[in-house]
Nanobody, 115 residues
Framework: QVQLVESGGGLVQPGGSLRLSCLVS????????MGWYRQGPGKQRELVAS???????NYADSVKGRFTISRDNAKNTVYLQMNSLRPEDTAVYYC?????????WGQGTQVTVSS
């Protein structure tokens, strides 16, 4: 069973930055894609950013230019650098990994943007 552990969440003021990390228990070298999702209060889970095996990235319109997804295969880790954070970015952030037909999720990390 593949396990994912997110870290790096917390409380930050508007305009601030955070970097989320997702450590995977197995090699991510063969992963077809990895992504970050979020679920705000009373909202459905939505895709924030994804990166495929070739390094191509995709972002939600609401975070383009502010968030950057990256992966370090040697460390089995995917990152989400979040800059210029806004109150509407407040959510639980989840990472996932897609390996062939299987999708695995982490437990989530809370990000709260508030003054």
């Amino acid at each position: 069973q593949v396990q994912l552990v997110e870290s790096g969440g917390g409380l930050v003021q508007p305009g601030g930055s955070l970097r989320l990390s997702c450590l995977v228990s197995e090699s991510i070298f063969g992963a077809d894609a990895m992504g970050w999702y979020r679920q705000g209060p009373g909202k459905q889970r939505e895709l924030v950013a994804s990166i495929n095996s070739g390094g191509s990235t995709n972002y939600a319109d609401s975070v383009k230019g502010r968030f950057t997804i990256s992966r370090d295969n040697a460390k089995n880790t995917v990152y989400l650098q979040m800059n210029s954070l806004r109150p509407e970015d407040t959510a639980v952030y989840y990472c996932n990994i897609v390996v062939r037909i299987f999708v695995y999720w982490g437990q989530g990390t809370q990000v709260t943007v508030s003054s």
